[in-house]
T-cell receptor
């Protein structure tokens, strides 16, 4: 069975510091991995994805994530946080061989950047 | 620019009412999804549609039904609303590769 875990409900970072939002997953085959961001009272917006190829994926707003197969992780990172990065972040996974409906979302991590 | 729209941002209904939530996408996408979002639970799939008139139950279909009469429109129906259906409802769509999902702004439904 597929699963995805975001072990931290909340991450607090000072502006200008690096940030990491953690995600680990479990799939039976090869994964598609995604990060989405949700700003207050908005729908989810796509940030980045790993499908195949380079393990380091760069996305919108200066975010990046590294696919680590041995640790089954896909942590979201940014070298220097901005107050405007404060939002709710969701990791998602789908087994490459599965139906489009079989995407699983994590429970979300609330990122708070203090000035 | 890609667009998914939902009929209402906020909706207040009474227990027992029939509720319609509509979603429209302008990307000619085959796949459309309805999720509900609750704090600490992430997104849970209610129903999925992979083509006109085709649907598949998600993880929590009880108390809901869907309709997809046209490719661009996917409706979620609460036959008899209950207070435990108070939630944020999100619609999404994907193209044939079925990877990146495009989400609507959400409908926050309150059932009194």
């Amino acid at each position: 069975a597929q699963s995805v875990a975001q072990p931290e409900d909340q991450v607090n970072v000072a502006e200008g510091n690096p940030l990491t939002v953690k995600c680990t997953y479990s799939v039976s085959g090869n994964p598609y991995l995604f990060w989405y961001v949700q700003y207050p009272n908005r729908g989810l917006q796509f940030l980045l994805k790993y499908i195949t190829g380079d393990n380091l994926v760069k996305g919108s707003y200066g975010f990046e994530a590294e696919f680590n197969k041995s640790q089954t992780s896909f942590h979201l990172k940014k070298p220097s946080a901005l107050v405007s990065d404060s939002a709710l972040y969701f990791c998602a996974v789908r087994d490459r061989g599965s139906s489009a409906s079989k995407i699983i979302f994590g429970s979300g991590t609330r990122l708070s950047i203090r000035p | 620019d890609v667009k998914v729209t939902q009929s209402s941002r906020y909706l207040v209904k009474r227990t027992g009412e029939k509720v319609f939530l509509e979603c429209v996408q302008d990307m000619d996408h085959e796949n459309m999804f309805w999720y509900r979002q609750d704090p600490g639970l992430g997104l849970r799939l209610i129903y999925f549609s992979y083509d006109v008139k085709m649907k598949e139950k998600g993880d929590i279909p009880e108390g809901y039904s869907v309709s997809r009469e046209k490719k661009e429109r996917f409706s979620l129906i609460l036959e008899s609303a209950s207070t435990n259906q108070t939630s944020m409802y999100l619609c999404a769509s994907t193209g044939p590769t079925a990877d990146t999902q495009y989400f609507g702004p959400g409908t926050r439904l309150t059932v009194l």
